[in-house]
């Protein structure tokens, strides 16, 4: 089905892979990575991940939270003073914390209301984090609800990196990407990853199809680095989900750790929400099994990525697109997928 909604589409490729742990059971490109060049999707092709950066920084602070350079329940300010200023404060709030930001319940805006800040080279993501921090309202009461912020996740990033003393892209290459093997995953794509990363295109719905804007925010997306500035192929996402459950050589969090990662932290439904930087929700499956469905779905201009897995089974699935909508809905798709492997096999 995949491949006849690729060609009915007719504008770039999708990539998908279904995994058991840290093995890949299967995997397979459709369709064109840059169609102008011939070039076809395939199991190396590179995609933007958009939000599912949120999820791999969420890992990097539970790494640090294991290493005592943060806790989950530390003030924002204790380690980013410059994080008092945001703006219209709530009376009697209490501060903002690294847990409260990783599960979107700071009760910020979802951006600043600040010109250009999410546009720029990727160098100046921390600049426009601090300049970003007086244009953050809160939109409620920190605690109180769900309240999903892309300019939350970047303070966080930046809080991180304050805290570790080490640049927060660094951070993630040396603890995350280096130790699990990602070697196809990044923020800055050189030379020879560059080859591989499919062209963008936004498909408007007038029809028209437009490349410039992918290819400008190749260049920088402003503060948008930790939450949205991951590279990554498909396989290098299922290496990452399986590192989350606990299935990889090198492990990377501790079960504890991983339990908090994948509860539910958002107040709304205590077993449907929002963790620690994953949407988590229960699903019953055919004969009568109650799961869990843990993932995260990215969009930026010219991509989609989707990553859901089931943290008991190790089973998951990971999609990767280089235009933005399409016959097949990338989320339907991996849930859809997920669900046949798991009812096939109980």
């Known amino acids: 089905q995949i491949a006849a909604d690729v060609e009915a589409d ?7 892979a279904v995994f058991k742990g840290d093995q890949e059971l299967w995997s397979q490109g459709f369709g064109w990575a840059d169609p102008e060049n011939r070039v076809p999707a395939g199991v190396r092709t590179i995609y933007r991940t958009g939000s599912i950066s949120k999820s791999v920084t969420a890992i990097l602070m539970a790494d640090l939270v294991e290493e005592g350079t943060v806790a989950l329940d530390d003030a924002v300010v204790d380690h980013l003073p410059e994080a008092a200023g945001f ?3 709530p009376a009697g709030m209490e501060p903002v914390t690294l847990r409260q930001l990783a599960s979107h319940t700071a009760g910020l805006t979802r951006e600043p209301e600040l010109e250009g800040a999410a ?5 100046d993501w921390g600049y426009k984090i601090l300049a970003s921090i007086p244009h953050t309202r809160f ?4 605690g109180t609800q769900y309240q999903y ?10 809080a991180l990196q304050r805290a570790a003393g080490t640049s927060f ?3 993630v290459e040396d603890r995350l990407f280096e130790p699990l093997g990602m070697r196809s995953s990044t923020f800055i794509a050189g030379p020879d990853m560059w080859r591989r990363v499919a062209v963008g295109y936004v498909n408007w719905d007038d029809g028209t199809v437009d490349p410039d804007l992918p290819a400008l925010e190749h260049e920088g997306r402003g503060y948008k680095v930790p939450n949205g500035g991951v590279y990554a192929t498909v396989g290098d996402l299922a290496t990452f989900a399986a590192a ?4 990889t050589e090198h492990e990377l969090l501790e079960p504890a750790t991983r339990r908090d990662v994948m509860t539910v932290q958002t107040p709304e439904d205590p077993d449907a929400g929002y963790g620690l930087g994953f949407s988590i929700r229960p699903v019953a499956l055919e004969g009568g099994d109650d799961v869990r469905f843990v ?3 990215g969009s930026v201009a010219g991509y989609n990525m989707y990553l859901v897995f089931e943290p008991e089974s190790g089973y998951g699935v990971a999609l990767g697109r280089n235009y933005n909508s399409g016959a097949t809905s990338l989320g339907e798709a991996g849930n859809g997928l997920l669900r046949a492997l798991l009812e096939a096999g109980s």
Request: aromatic share 6%; no cysteine; net charge negative.
């Open 244 to 247: 989350v459950m606990g299935m």
């Open 87 to 89: 703006g219209d404060p």
């Open 119 to 123: 546009a720029g080279p990727i160098e």
């Open 295 to 297: 993932g995260h779905g």
């Open 149 to 158: 912020s892309n300019i939350g996740y970047g303070v966080l990033g930046y």
């Open 139 to 142: 939109h409620t009461m920190p």
């Open 10 to 16: 007719g504008i770039g490729g999708i990539t998908a």
């Open 169 to 171: 892209m660094d951070l």
